[in-house]
């Protein structure tokens, strides 16, 4: 899966984790902030859904949940830290 | 109207007794160790405040042989209650009379059968022993239907304060003249169903829960029940008291489901509340059993909410979560009975584990036992998800010795 | 206390249309299921995306109140279960992971205090907040809870409310337990169907509950609950709430119980309205909603509306005695023939 392919399905992956009712994966910019006052407006308990979510659909695991909102700042940083993650591990 | 405590039954990690709780508190013996009868992935991987007695020796214990459906939250919170109704030497007819409310909490219930109610929900099970026992009332029910009663009974779930909030609202119902007495309590037995759910919020400590340290690293769940038998003034005659209920108060945090506000809103207004209708002021309170469940959040937010109300002079405090795990539904009542303890001893039981205060306040808990303290007034502290704060005070009766 | 106001999702066209003035819609099956809201204008989607049914219910019926009505003073809700869906979705997830990496939403908004909680953080309340979760009486013990609230002098102004999910959860656990018919059921027939069990029922109904009079003088003058009576103890009970008010038999006018079809335990009611209140209409509510613990909220949801409007729908007319006025309802209802609970409404003329 190239970069780009990867970030749509990432979208795609966080509306139905999060049941984001009224987005589309078009409607997640790749530098819009997931967390905080704007953007998203995700939470701490969606970061904690988005960890079991990067477990399950990409295997990949994060115990400390302080890294996992540095993972999670937006879908470029999610989509950079998985193909990361994957080239270190081939 | 004065409220008094007549009868305390208790069974937690540390004792399946009123006595035995009072014996490992003082000897400083904790409760936390990896489970025996608890079947779970995380059974040998965290800390847990397991009650020392299986179901069929409780079963025993209790002569309940032909009864079935009974789960281990049934077992355990009817021990508690019939050592909490022996203590208060009430009568069958006492018990049963349309003047005594039965007031009960439980945040898991029945659930406590995760695999037997995954198959009976899903239409597998072989068996329809479980079908009612699952919900939170089912183990009042149970309690209800052995004893006949048939006054105003509940059971309360607001998370982890539950209990606390089922010993205010019989406190109130008391107060009010609905009732002349209440059994008030609760119960919670181990379950895959909080110790998952607990884990997916990485709330879960792998070391046994070092409450208000700075290096604390989240909660140990434990299990347990106890009840209290609360009477009016007007019936206990000749009674022997072992304190008076003086005051309550609840409030809500409004700020986050699973976590409190960081200027502790409800902590704080739970607090005065309660102060306010005992009517005496902070300074009067002698010792705190704070809620100091050893999560980061848990523990910050509450000494922001005892600076709040006591600013400099915060009473002696510690969290005796460190000998039994957090009990979830059944805290409120196993720690107002701890500090009814303390105010008939006059002790003080300490914080385990505690080494290093956190710096943003430089407090620490109470690390060691002290003896012939002179305590009037005790408050106790529980905090539940969706943000339930509640605080009691229990007060000393002077002639009791 | 006074009833200042009440909104309810039901099975019925309750929240948008007044079922006073419209055909009670005729329901069939054995789940009778709430006609849900579109919720986006009450409720940010940002919030919605979490929510189980009992919770949008729940919210659906109590945001509006709360927005209508500043400076609540306590949110006391009644529900036996909470949000059953949620809980079964987590149970699945700790079976299918084998208790691996879970996500938490199901966990936290499964609680049943999680609408009490959710209405104060949507709110910004942080006043008294409880939730009882105590079977067919989790609703009677929110207004007894209410009612000793309001004796104190400082507080005004409660909501309180009772919600139930239907949920393949506790449908199949009651199905296996004998709780529901066999066979489908109209909500025409439902009361009159002569066998076992009943039908599942859901709902949330939400009320504001003031200490004083408003401009409708409908007030909840008392409650009542009993556990495991004998008859007589019942009928007693039933005598004691009338005496307790200043009350004699004759000054009832609409006795509204709940009979849910289930042969085995209807006849509570039966002999209640045959030895006791001979000459009563009597009016029953579950052939519109179902049977479920907190139903007892739509009870007094139809008390406040047919005091209030001086007029009783026929589709729930089960023995009709003509009456001018109607001033005083005793609501009585049982869940399993186990817990009994009298509920008193009364319209006080100025």
Do not use: W
Not at chain 3, 260 to 289: A, T
Not at chain 3, 304 to 310: A, P, V, W
Request: net charge neutral; with cysteine; charged share 20%.
């Amino acid at each position: 899966m190239d970069r780009e392919q990867l970030k749509l399905d990432i979208k795609v992956q966080i509306i139905k984790y999060l049941n984001l009712l009224d987005y589309n994966p078009e409607d997640i910019k790749d530098d819009m902030p997931l967390f905080g006052d704007k953007g998203l407006e995700l939470d701490s308990i969606d970061s904690l859904e988005l960890i079991v979510m990067l477990e399950r659909e990409y295997n990949i695991k994060i115990n400390n949940p302080a890294d996992g909102r540095k993972i999670l700042k937006d879908i470029n940083n999610m989509a950079d830290y998985i193909i990361e993650v994957n080239y270190k591990n081939k | 109207m004065n409220i008094y405590v007549t009868g305390i039954g208790c069974v937690s990690s540390i004792g399946n007794n009123v006595i035995d709780n009072i014996k490992s508190l003082r000897e400083k013996i904790t409760g936390l160790k990896k489970p025996i009868f608890f079947d779970s992935k995380y059974a040998s991987e965290f800390y847990f405040g397991e009650v020392n007695i299986d179901n069929s020796s409780l079963i025993k214990e209790l002569g309940l042989k032909n009864e079935k459906g009974l789960t281990r939250t049934d077992l355990l919170s009817m021990k508690a209650f019939d050592e909490a109704v022996r203590c208060a030497n009430l009568s069958e007819k006492e018990i049963s009379s349309i003047d005594t409310a039965f007031i009960s909490a439980s945040t898991v219930g029945g659930m406590c059968m995760t695999d037997q109610l995954y198959n009976d929900a899903n239409l597998i099970s072989n068996t329809k022993d479980f079908l009612s026992s699952y919900s939170c009332s089912a183990h009042t029910m149970k309690i209800c239907k052995k004893y006949q009663m048939k006054g105003i009974s509940d059971t309360i779930n607001t998370a982890c304060s539950s209990s606390a909030n089922s010993i205010m609202f019989g406190s109130k119902l008391i107060r009010s003249g609905l009732v002349k007495r209440a059994i008030v309590g609760g119960v919670d037995s181990l379950a895959k169903y909080t110790v998952n759910g607990f884990n997916s919020l990485q709330i879960l400590s792998k070391d046994r829960c070092t409450p208000f340290d700075i290096n604390r690293k989240g909660l140990n769940i434990g299990e347990g029940a106890a009840y209290l038998i609360i009477e009016s003034e007007d019936v206990i005659k000749d009674k022997t008291c072992l304190a008076k209920i003086s005051g309550y108060g609840n409030s809500n945090d409004a700020f986050h489901a699973s976590s409190m506000s960081d200027n502790a809103i409800g902590i704080t207004k739970a607090i005065i509340n309660a102060i306010d209708i005992a009517g005496i002021k902070p300074d009067d309170i002698d010792y705190i059993n704070a809620h100091g469940t050893g999560t980061l959040n848990n523990d910050f937010v509450e000494l922001v909410g005892l600076k709040n109300v006591f600013n400099n002079n915060i009473p002696p405090f510690s969290s005796t979560k460190s000998y039994t795990g957090h009990t979830l539904g059944a805290a409120g009542a196993i720690e107002g009975i701890y500090s009814i303890f303390s105010l008939l001893h006059g002790e003080l039981y300490p914080n385990l584990n505690f080494k290093t205060p956190i710096p943003d306040f430089n407090l620490s808990p109470i690390t060691k036992n002290i003896q012939n303290a002179n305590i009037k007034f005790v408050m106790s502290n529980s905090y539940g998800f969706s943000g339930n704060c509640t605080s009691l005070i229990f007060e000393r009766i002077n002639n009791v010795y | 206390m006074f009833i200042k106001d009440t909104i309810a999702i039901s099975p019925q066209n309750t929240y948008n249309n007044d079922i006073f003035s419209s055909t009670i819609k005729q329901l069939y099956g054995n789940k009778f299921l709430a006609i849900e809201p579109e919720y986006t204008g009450i409720i940010k989607p940002n919030q919605l995306r979490r929510m189980g049914r009992s919770l949008r219910m729940g919210i659906g019926c109590a945001l509006p109140l709360l927005r209508n009505y500043c400076n609540v003073d306590g949110i006391i809700i009644g529900s036996s279960e909470g949000g059953l869906e949620d809980c079964i979705k987590f149970l699945n997830q700790i079976k299918d992971y084998e208790e691996g990496m879970l996500t938490p939403t199901n966990f936290v908004q499964s609680t049943p205090n999680a609408l009490a909680g959710q209405l104060a953080l949507l709110t910004s309340n942080n006043s008294y907040n409880t939730t009882h979760v105590h079977k067919g009486l989790a609703f009677e013990n929110a207004l007894i809870d209410a009612k000793i609230l309001l004796l104190e002098n400082k507080v005004k102004r409660l909501l309180v409310g009772g919600v139930e999910e239907i949920s393949n959860y506790n449908f199949n656990i009651e199905k296996s337990a004998g709780q529901f018919k066999d066979k489908e059921c109209s909500s025409s027939q439902l009361i009159y169907s002569n066998t076992k069990g009943t039908v599942c029922g859901e709902g949330s109904t939400m009320f504001i509950l003031e200490s004083l009079t408003g401009n409708n003088n409908i007030k909840i003058n008392d409650i009542q609950t009993i556990t495991f009576p004998t008859e007589e103890e019942l009928h007693n009970t039933a005598i004691n709430i009338l005496k307790r008010n200043n009350l004699k038999i004759d000054h009832i006018d609409i006795l509204i119980f709940g009979m849910n079809g289930d042969i085995r335990s209807d006849y509570f009611y039966y002999r209640m309205m045959e030895q006791l209140f001979v000459n009563q209409s009597v009016l029953m509510y579950k052939n519109l909603v179902g049977e479920y613990p907190t139903s007892s909220a739509f009870a007094l949801y139809l008390a406040y509306n047919i005091l209030l409007k001086q007029y009783v729908p026929k589709d729930i007319i089960f023995r009709q005695e003509a009456k001018l006025k109607y001033n005083n309802i005793l609501i009585y209802n049982h869940y399993k023939g186990i817990q009994h609970s009298f509920i008193l409404v009364t319209k006080e003329n100025c």
